[in-house]
Structures are given as structure tokens and as C-alpha cells.
């Protein structure tokens, strides 16, 4: 069955130090998500992305923020200069569609931990 | 803004029992709603999705249903097991936006 991966599983950088996240969403898919799970808190939407651009969003996903899909099949999350508050579970997600039906249903990836010293 | 919440916070039972997890909403106005588990330190594995137009999904021993006038969702666990135990995420697609708001999850632990 397709997946979304996620690469690496766990990121350990020094703050200040930019990181790039990776993911790979479901092949066929055609809208790609970031989200967040700080330690036991919920999970928060960052940003989704369609047809090479930013589709929505939060408040969270700041000017340190940025995403891209450098090639057909990888999703990147960058983070230019690190801070202790980052450190935290991020989710990339997939859907077929954006809308109706139930094509709107996104698929999540395992993670990546990311922790910031 | 929509808030989500998830009742309860946690929950331990023994193997066997049907369970009800609970799921409320503050706005009715909603795209869909998804149910989602969570192992620890893992991602989230899609269990149901319920578009606003359904009252109820069913998967295996799994239900959920939706009362959108109340603002509610239930997911109901016939027979648990062991295997069931994980945190169950409850998420609501609303206002204008299909970003799903998240709810706090409930932890159910399932012993033997």
C-alpha cells in the first residue's frame, strides 16, 4: 500500500543551524502538508502546498520557514536558523485532493523528531 | 476559530470491552472530520474519515459517527484488544479552510 515517508526519523542540531526535512508524499498525490506535535501537545497545521506553491499557512510557519519540491518526488521543510521552541515532532501529509469527497483524506508520514540544542 | 476537544484525556480497560471515544466541536460548519491513531513516537495512521454529508463510517471493529447539529463525533471500539492501545486523534476540517484543527487525542491503554 502507498505511503508517506519521512527522512531522517530523528534530526539533533546545534541552535541557529538551518535543517531541511524530507519527505516523499504518495506518488499520485497533488497536495502536500507540514505539520507539528510539540511534546505532548497537539498537532498543528504549518503549511500546505499545491501546484508549487503555498496553498494556506499558520501564524507558526514564519519567515524561518520554507518549503519546497525540488524534483517530482520530494517535499522539504526548511528551518533557517534553529531555536530551542522548534524542537518537535513535524509531520508531512498527502491528499489526493484538497475539496470533497473522499479524496480529501490525508495520509500522514512517521515523522521526523527533530531536537534543537 | 474551531476548538476540539476529546473526552476523555485517557482511558485504561481490560481486553474485551466496547469502548466509545468522544469528540466535540464548536463549529458545526464543518468539511469533515477524521479519526486518526497514534503509536508513541510515531505518525498518524488514518483510521476513519466522515465527510460532513455522512452521519457514520464504519472500518473492522471500528465506528465513528457524526452529529454535526450538536457538534459531536463518537468512535466506537467493539471488542478491544491489546493492539488497540494508542492515542486516538480526533480532527475537524472547517471554516472556510480543509485544514483539519486537531484535538488533544485520548490515550487508551487496552491490558490483557
Known amino acids: 500500500e502507498p505511503e508517506v515517508t519521512q527522512t531522517p526519523s530523528h534530526q539533533v542540531t546545534q541552535m541557529g543551524q538551518e535543517v531541511i526535512l524530507r519527505c516523499v508524499p504518495i506518488s499520485n498525490h497533488l497536495y502536500f502538508y507540514w505539520y507539528r506535535q510539540i511534546l505532548g501537545q497537539k498537532v498543528e497545521f504549518l503549511v500546505s502546498?499545491?501546484?508549487?506553491?503555498?496553498?494556506?499557512k499558520s501564524e507558526i510557519f514564519d519567515d524561518q520557514f520554507s518549503v519546497e519540491r525540488p524534483d517530482g518526488s520530494n517535499f522539504t521543510l526548511k528551518i533557517r536558523s534553529t531555536k530551542l521552541e522548534d524542537s518537535a515532532m513535524y509531520f508531512c501529509?498527502?491528499?489526493?485532493?484538497?475539496?470533497?469527497?473522499?479524496?480529501?483524506?490525508?495520509?500522514f508520514g512517521p515523522g521526523t523528531r527533530l531536537t534543537v540544542l | 476559530k474551531q476548538e476540539v476537544t476529546q473526552i476523555p484525556a485517557a482511558l485504561s480497560v481490560p481486553e474485551g470491552e466496547n469502548l466509545v471515544l468522544n469528540c466535540s466541536f464548536t463549529?458545526?460548519?464543518?468539511?469533515?472530520l477524521q479519526w486518526f491513531r497514534q503509536d508513541p513516537g510515531k505518525g498518524l495512521t488514518s483510521l476513519l474519515l466522515i465527510q460532513s454529508s455522512q452521519r457514520e463510517q464504519t472500518s473492522g471493529r471500528l465506528n465513528a459517527s457524526l452529529d454535526k447539529s450538536s457538534g459531536r463525533s463518537t468512535l466506537y471500539i467493539a471488542a478491544s484488544q491489546p493492539g488497540d492501545s494508542a492515542t486516538y486523534l480526533c480532527a475537524v476540517a472547517s471554516g472556510g479552510s480543509y485544514i483539519p484543527t486537531f484535538g488533544r487525542g485520548t490515550s487508551l491503554i487496552v491490558h490483557p
Open positions: 501529509a498527502s491528499s489526493l485532493h484538497r475539496t470533497s469527497g473522499s479524496y480529501n483524506e490525508q495520509f
Open positions: 463549529d458545526s460548519a464543518i468539511y469533515n
Open positions: 502546498f499545491y501546484n508549487n506553491e503555498i496553498s494556506e
